[in-house]
């Protein structure tokens, strides 16, 4: 079972830069599709930024200009900067990795708190 370990969660105020790394236990180029997911208390999880092998990026529209999703081979992670943050980006955010975009048989890390105050 693949393991994905997420980091760089914690408390910002209204404004502020956190960055995200994602580092899975199987070489980060066996997936076609690697992605930021977040969930709200009480809200559906939903897609912040994916990442293709190829190179292709898919951003939420809550958050194009602010966040970067990227990945680095040489160090086996992937990783998203998030600038300018706001209280709405608050929640759970989860690193996916799978064939596609929603695969059933993708993996999913444990999670990391991203906490935003006004």
């Known amino acids: 079972q693949v393991q994905l370990v997420e980091s760089g969660g914690g408390w910002v105020q209204a404004g502020g830069s956190l960055r995200l790394a994602c580092v899975p236990a199987?070489?980060?180029?066996?997936?076609?599709?690697m992605a930021w997911y977040r969930q709200a208390p009480g809200q559906q999880r939903e897609l912040v930024a994916a990442?293709?092998?190829?190179?292709?990026?898919t951003y939420a529209d809550s958050v194009k200009g602010r966040f970067t999703i990227s990945r680095d081979n040489a160090k086996n992670t992937l990783s998203m900067q998030m600038n300018t943050l706001t209280p709405e980006d608050t929640g759970v955010y989860y690193c996916?990795?799978?064939?596609?975009?929603?695969?059933?048989?993708?993996?999913w890390g444990q999670g990391t708190q991203v906490t935003v105050s006004s």
């Open positions: 996916n990795a799978g064939g596609f975009l929603g695969d059933p048989e993708g993996y």
């Open positions: 199987t070489k980060i180029w066996r997936f076609t599709v």
């Open positions: 990442l293709t092998n190829g190179g292709r990026t």
